[in-house]
């Protein structure tokens, strides 16, 4: 089988596509070429590719692979209905097109914590709660009507729930003071008072009344297949 991995960010799901033996090849595809470069340094492996391309244009022929998948990106993308009917396009009929979003409102924990502190400590978090909780494809049964609205068949929507696990404040707060993804980069549009303001205020909702420490949050996806006719 031949797997199109969409927005595949720094290739882990790809590398881990290819445990299965039935897949020959996974092509994974994104619009950060730092994304694309991390990914190709980690693997070298010959049956996958990393390249970077837009998900609304993917740069493949009809019926290029025989299942297209699209992990977690799909929220990001300015119009998700063209990358999901580009993914049926270049998948072969009788494949599977699937894909995951965050229940980035009533199931994401780690999420939650900074945006509502973010809404209570900084005038314009209010505004950037809101974007983050209603991103397309974040609410029950949406993933399901753009899969049946694009044509696709034997259309399946479900939750998924995983653990996320942090060694310390330290660990869960490392990635929100980088520069790579929404809360990162709202994060970065604050000041440097600001910043150790709403850092102080998470760090609270972290520790939630016990030294610091590991910390396990529960983190829901929704999750959607369907086959090409």
């Known amino acids: ?9 720094t290739g882990s799901l790809s590398k881990c596509l290819l445990q299965d033996p039935q897949i020959v090849s996974v092509h994974g595809l994104d619009a950060s070429p730092a994304y694309i470069e991390y990914a190709s340094s980690r693997s070298d492996d010959a ?66 914590m900074i945006y ?26 949406e993933l399901a009507r753009l899969w049946n609205d694009v044509g696709l068949t034997d259309v399946v929507q479900d939750a998924l729930t995983i653990r996320m696990e942090f060694a310390s404040f330290a660990d869960y707060w490392a990635p929100i003071a980088g520069r790579e993804g929404p809360v990162a980069e709202y994060v970065g549009t604050l000041g440097a008072d600001a910043r150790e303001v709403l850092r102080d205020a998470v ?27």
Not at 77 to 102: I, K, N, S, Y
Not at 122 to 127: A, L, S
Request: with cysteine; proline share 5%; hydrophobic share 45%.
């Open 47 to 112: 049956r996958l590719v990393f390249q970077v391309g837009d998900a609304c244009t993917l740069p493949f022929a009809d019926a290029s692979f025989d299942h297209a998948i699209a992990m977690l990106v799909l929220q990001f993308v300015p119009r998700a209905d063209l990358a999901v009917r580009e993914m049926r396009r270049v998948t072969c009929p009788g494949g599977t097109v699937a894909a995951a979003t965050w229940d980035t409102r009533g199931g994401f924990i780690a999420l939650r």
């Open 116 to 141: 509502d502190a973010a809404a209570i400590v900084d005038q314009n978090g209010q505004q950037a709660r809101a974007a983050a909780y209603t991103r397309p494809l974040s609410r029950p049964g």
């Open 203 to 229: 760090r609270l909702a972290y520790l939630d009344g016990e030294a610091d420490g590991a910390r396990s949050y529960a983190a829901t996806a929704w999750v959607v297949k369907g086959r090409v006719p």
């Open 1 to 9: 089988m031949r797997v199109l991995d969409v927005g595949c960010g």
